[in-house]
């Protein structure tokens, strides 16, 4: 997660939001640009797709929750 965010932070037409606030937390919020989109949407299937894998394996330690927001 911290790999993919650092990735993003660097791309031009992305900007991206998170935290931690507690041990075992995490939150990130995105926009882009249209320069932006197609790297965005891609490295957010990855995340997804990992974060669920760890949802799904471990079941009472990790809970996701995606929450699609359009302007």
Do not use: H
């Amino acid at each position: 997660m911290r790999t993919a965010l650092s990735v993003l932070s660097g791309r031009e037409g992305v900007t991206i939001r998170g935290g931690a606030p507690a041990k075992g937390e995490l939150w990130l919020e995105a926009d882009y640009e249209a320069n932006g989109k197609d790297f965005l949407f891609a490295t957010g299937v990855f995340l997804i797709d990992g974060l669920k894998s760890v949802a799904q394996e471990y079941p009472k330690n990790c809970v996701l929750n995606i929450t699609e927001r359009r302007n």
